[in-house]
């Protein structure tokens, strides 16, 4: 008796909610009463679409501090530490130079030493960090040599170097990202970072870039 009871109870609950009228374009059976998420796979999303988008600065230091405390157990000095940051910035702006190009189907291929560099200084460096770079120079000493500078790097705003890792620079990311587009670009070079403190500006990073032989040779070319 007990058990035909619960079936009927059940089969009762059933029928109530079949005959139960719809709802908003919603079925009323008990198993579509609220409507199903669907979640986009962030590698389906369309690359133009997240072109204006932002990351918050929170997010982006907090993704460096892992980053750089991830990459700190498993090296041995910081030459070592730097060259591993380098390493990083090299991928990611192996992977920043194919969507730039990608999004901007109008954009010309750069065959002049000073626009590939004025490219970095400003759509590079307001794509990747928010803001263009502070200075874009040639070196007044050598013909091969140009620098971009910038006067508060997000990369070393919120990191807190200990005193036995003071000589740190954490724009060898920074580097490493330069050198992987101008590589990228045709002109390849050899990118280093160096701190550069001026009055107001104690974390001010200079990003040196000192282009290969061949790249000074086709430039004479164009002149």
């Not at 040599?145 to 890792?165: A, C, G, L, R, T």
Request: charged letters at 25%.
């Amino acid at each position: 008796m007990s058990s035909n009871a619960s079936a009927a109870s059940r089969l009762s609950v059933m029928s109530m909610a079949a005959s139960l009228p719809s709802v908003g374009g919603y079925s009323s059976t008990a198993s579509s009463i609220y409507p199903k998420r669907t979640t986009t796979n962030i590698l389906e999303r369309p690359l133009n679409k997240t072109r204006g988008t932002e990351v918050s600065v929170n997010a982006f230091a907090f993704l460096f501090s892992e980053m750089l405390q991830y990459t700190q157990k498993r090296v041995h000095g910081i030459q070592d530490l730097e060259r591993k940051l380098n390493e990083l910035g090299y991928r990611v702006g192996t992977r920043a130079l194919d969507l730039l190009v990608w999004r901007d189907k109008n954009s010309k291929r750069e065959t002049r030493v000073l626009g590939m560099l004025y490219f970095i200084h400003t759509t590079v460096w307001k794509t990747l960090f928010g803001k263009q770079a502070d200075s874009l120079e040639k070196s007044t000493e050598n013909e091969d040599e140009y620098m971009i500078s910038d006067n508060d790097p997000i990369v070393s705003k919120f990191i807190s170097v200990p005193k036995d890792v003071s000589q740190l620079n954490c724009g060898a990311f920074m580097a490493g990202v330069v050198e992987a587009i101008m590589d990228g670009c045709q002109f390849p070079s050899r990118v280093t970072a160096h701190t550069v403190p001026i009055d107001g500006f104690p974390l001010r990073t200079t990003i040196l870039i000192k282009l290969d032989k061949e790249v000074l040779e086709r430039e004479e070319q164009f002149r």
